[in-house]
């Protein structure tokens, strides 16, 4: 591997003599500077090129930084990373940055990729990642803090966030997705889709196939190309439902909502109200199962 440090630094300029005495506001400047613990700032690329598991599928886990998956038409994976480390000085900041560390484990069936980063610099560290593979790759990703990109896979999908927002597009094949604090947008999907965000807003554009989104705080909004036999299930404490339809469906819908309005472009057949806001009925024939919840929030069929 080549590594390269990004020796670049910003440079205050000379004193300019205030007129008060003492060293001059420059001066100022550099001693406040050089009392930040993290004023110097090292980073370089790698690249690392491995071959692909017999059994199509990786494991990878970032603990800070952006992760992108990208499915191509290749038969090997490359990995490449940018490592990014602040220290109080250029020495301190390179020694934590050569101990940030691409780790890869093979077995016969699955790759496990992980990036190490020591926790005396976690504070001021980052590693963005970037993953190629073949497309029909199962990927299985974690990160705690960054960014998720997945898209171009033809197999199962799965990520997991503690603090992130994921962008999942051009996946044909079952995904589940959980972010915590973040949103979750999901476009041109095909399979069974499983959306959690604990708070944030759920995005699904031009989906083939079964949909279960959930959400404590946020809008959920859905768009559905062609539907599967399992339904839709989408739920929010605080926040608005939006779900568009395709033009020809048949389905029992189901909604709730404790505080708010239900608004429907739709001809409900045999439709009933209760007390508590539900409303149930049915589009065409019935049959595929629609529930839609919300406590605080409107619902909007169309």
Known sequence: MKFHHDD????????????????GFGGLLR??????????????????????????????YNANGKTRVLGEDRDDIEIRVHKSVRADCKDL??????SIRIQNSATTEILDIEVQ???????HAVAHVEILVP?????????????????????????????????????????????????????????H?????????IEVECHCGSLDASTSNGIIRASIDQLDTAGVSLTTTNGRIVLDLPEKTDADIDIRVEN????????????????????????????????????NGTVSLR
């Open 31 to 60: 001693s406040l500077f050089s009392k930040i613990p993290w004023g110097e700032q090292v980073s370089h690329e790698e690249s690392l090129v491995v071959p692909s598991p017999a059994g199509r599928a990786i494991n990878i």
């Open 117 to 123: 980063i020591p926790r005396k610099c976690s504070r």
């Open 260 to 295: 708010g309005h239900i608004r429907n472009d739709l001809e409900l057949m045999d439709q009933t109200r209760e007390n508590d806001g539900r409303v149930r009925g049915r589009i065409g024939v019935g049959g595929t199962p629609i529930s839609l919840r919300t406590s």
């Open 8 to 23: 670049t630094e910003e440079e205050i300029g000379p004193d300019s003599g205030s007129g008060f005495g003492g060293p």
């Open 93 to 98: 900041a390179t020694k934590l940055l050569d």
């Open 193 to 201: 889709l499983r959306a959690r965000s604990s708070n944030g807003k």
């Open 135 to 191: 497309r029909d790759t199962k990927v299985s990703l974690t990160s705690t803090n960054g960014k998720m990109c997945l898209e171009g896979l033809e197999r199962a999908v799965h990520a997991r966030s503690s603090n992130g927002p994921v962008l999942i597009r051009n996946v044909v094949g079952d995904i589940d997705v959980t972010t915590a604090n973040a949103k979750v947008k999901c476009s041109d999907t095909e399979g």
